[in-house]
């Protein structure tokens, strides 16, 4: 009986790696892009709690999410499916490089995001470069059209190219309450005004490669013990101290021209585990 148990494990260990068995992830609903690329425009039957984006389909490149897609603006199941997007956990989307605006905002359920650009746009819109509009479909003032999504996000695997367009934006993570954890990897672009403004960040992790740091960088965060976070830096204190960085970059806020310094302390020579 131990020996039937054994072969028939072993056959089906064989199926699964026949089949390249990931737990939760079927197939994705794809359009075709005149500019020479597929555009992921639903998640199929996809089953969740991961989804990942592969980088081709049907031997050509996938690099957009619902971006100037003909058929849908959001990513979703088609309404007779059983299937629910709070469902889905973590998305990884790091082969995309143009995602419709509010592409995300019904991934209710979704708490870890990997992504390597922060461009969202519409058909006649000019290029979004926060994360807040990869989950929101208005392009003006903040409303709560994806505030659910937006709430349920706790971690942040940001790997952005080196010719990324959005190094130059402000407030580039800001306005997702429950962020706790973001990870850059790879090339850091500037950390610039209020990046990380209205989140819950706890702990930030920061590459070897920081281009700088310019004031108020930490604005809105750290504010006293209760929100004290830690800065996570690959490298040694001396290579952080030779980032440049602007006068007051850690200031949490000010009044009347008085600073007041974030609550946070530096681990070097610290990388993500999770």
């Known amino acids: 009986m131990k020996k039937v148990i054994s072969v028939l494990a072993v056959l089906l260990s064989m199926v699964c790696i026949l089949t390249a068995c990931v737990p939760g992830q079927t197939s994705l609903e794809y359009e075709w892009d005149r500019a020479g690329y597929y555009n992921v425009v639903g998640l199929g039957n996809a089953q969740g709690p991961e989804v990942v984006i592969p980088e081709t ?38 082969v995309i ?9 019904k991934l209710t359920g979704i708490e870890t995001l990997y992504i390597s650009s922060l461009l969202a746009q519409k058909s006649g819109s000019s290029p979004m470069f926060r994360l807040w509009y990869l989950f929101e479909t208005d392009e003006g003032s903040l409303n709560t059209d994806g505030k659910e999504a937006r709430e349920s996000l706790k ?10 367009l959005n190094k130059s934006v402000e407030e580039k993570f800001a ?35 920081v281009r700088g740091i310019e004031y108020l960088a930490l604005e809105g965060v750290g504010r006293d013990s209760a929100s004290a976070f830690v800065i996570h830096y690959a490298g040694t204190e001396e290579e952080w101290n030779a980032i440049e960085k602007d006068e007051n970059w850690d200031a949490c806020r000010y009044n009347a021209n008085q600073y007041e310094k974030a609550n946070y302390t530096i681990e070097f020579q610290s990388v993500y585990e999770g």
């Open 57 to 94: 389909y049907d031997n050509e490149p996938v690099k957009a999410l619902c971006y100037y897609s003909a058929t849908v603006s959001t990513l979703s199941y088609d309404k007779d499916s059983s299937l629910n997007e709070e469902d889905i956990k973590t998305l990884d989307a790091r």
């Open 97 to 105: 490089d143009y995602f419709g605006l509010g592409s995300l905002k």
């Open 155 to 164: 971690t942040l695997f940001y790997a952005p190219s080196e010719t990324d």
């Open 175 to 209: 306005y997702f309450s429950n962020l706790e954890t973001i990870v850059i990897e790879g090339y850091c672009p500037v950390l610039m005004e209020g990046d990380f403004h209205n989140t819950g960040l706890k702990h930030l992790y920061l590459p070897k490669d």
